[in-house]
Each structure stands twice: as structure tokens, then as C-alpha cells.
């Protein structure tokens, strides 16, 4: 059984509240968009628990030289695609649906939007997550942070977890 954190959009913020939340999962999948400076790199390379993530359209040649565009990976018997720019069922972009076709994961993770949105995507037989952004920057009203506990194929939790309101309307 792992408990996941999923975030993304950070954009260079990262505060108690992500922490304390994510000090509780045994892993942290990121969908890109960290941003950089001290808080960013503190919270990859001393964090205890492992990051799986990909680098978003903001990120530098830090991230980019840890991370790649797209994460493939299994855990607890699902296929895991993450991705930073990916769309959403019905209107991904040319590059996530060719990335859906070859690796058919059961789970799809993406970010950018700074939209909270968990679907069941029935075309392509996957469970849909868009953490929306954690950090205090981009369009969105709600800084937010998905937890799902997962065991041998099932999902057994998942949650939103509403970490605050953003401070800078972009």
C-alpha cells in the first residue's frame, strides 16, 4: 500500500502546509512547474520521502536536468504517465494522446492549467488527475494537493486537500 501526494504548479513556493501534508506519503509525484530558488531545491534534495516528477514549462536547467518531459512508471499494479502540458479527456494535445496510445496507463497525471479536475477518462480507460497548483502564483483561487492511497490495483483513498487560498492573480 503507497499514500502519493500529487502536486504540481508550485512556481517556487513551497511552505509548511505542502510539507506537513506530504510528510505522511511514502512518495510525491510532481507534474512540473516547481520554479526554482532555495525553497525548491531544499525540498527535493532534502526531502525524506521520493519525488517522481517531470519538468514544466517554467522550470530551468535545474529541473530539467533531473527531471524529464514525461514520467512513466508503475506502482501497486498501475501504469503511470505524468506529464506537465497534457490537456484533458477529449482534448489532449497530440503529444499526451500519442504518449496514452503507446503506454495505456490506468493512471494519468498532468498540470499547467492550475485547474483542479479528477475524471474517469473512458475513451482511453484511465483515471484522470490535475492537482491544480499548490503555489501562490497563476489563475487559480485555491492552492490544492491530491492524495490517493493505492493497493494492488485498487485505489483505496483519494482526497483533496485545500492548502490555502493563492496570493498573486496572475
Known amino acids: 500500500m503507497k499514500r502519493i501526494a500529487i502536486l504540481s504548479d508550485t512556481h517556487s513556493f513551497i511552505d509548511s502546509k505542502i510539507t506537513n501534508i506530504t510528510s505522511n506519503c511514502d512518495e510525491i509525484w510532481h507534474a512540473g512547474d516547481f ?49 506537465h502540458i497534457g490537456g484533458k479527456p477529449n482534448s489532449y494535445n497530440n503529444y499526451t494522446n500519442e504518449l496514452i496510445k503507446k503506454i495505456k496507463p490506468n493512471i494519468f497525471i498532468t498540470g499547467h492549467s492550475h485547474i483542479l479536475k479528477i ?15 499548490a503555489g501562490k502564483e497563476g489563475i ?10 493505492l493497493h494492488k490495483k485498487t485505489i483505496q483513498k483519494m482526497e483533496v486537500v485545500e492548502i490555502g487560498k493563492q496570493s498573486h492573480l496572475s
Open 119 to 133: 475524471l474517469q477518462d473512458k475513451m482511453n480507460n484511465l483515471t484522470y488527475i490535475n492537482p491544480g497548483a
Open 140 to 149: 487559480h483561487k485555491v492552492r490544492t494537493v491530491v492524495l490517493i492511497t
Open 35 to 83: 520554479g526554482h530558488g532555495n525553497l525548491i531545491e531544499d525540498f527535493i534534495e532534502n526531502n525524506h520521502i521520493k519525488i517522481k516528477a517531470v519538468y514544466g514549462n517554467i522550470d530551468g536547467s535545474y529541473i530539467r536536468s533531473k527531471y524529464s518531459k514525461h514520467k512513466h512508471f508503475k506502482c501497486e499494479g498501475f501504469q503511470i504517465l505524468i506529464t
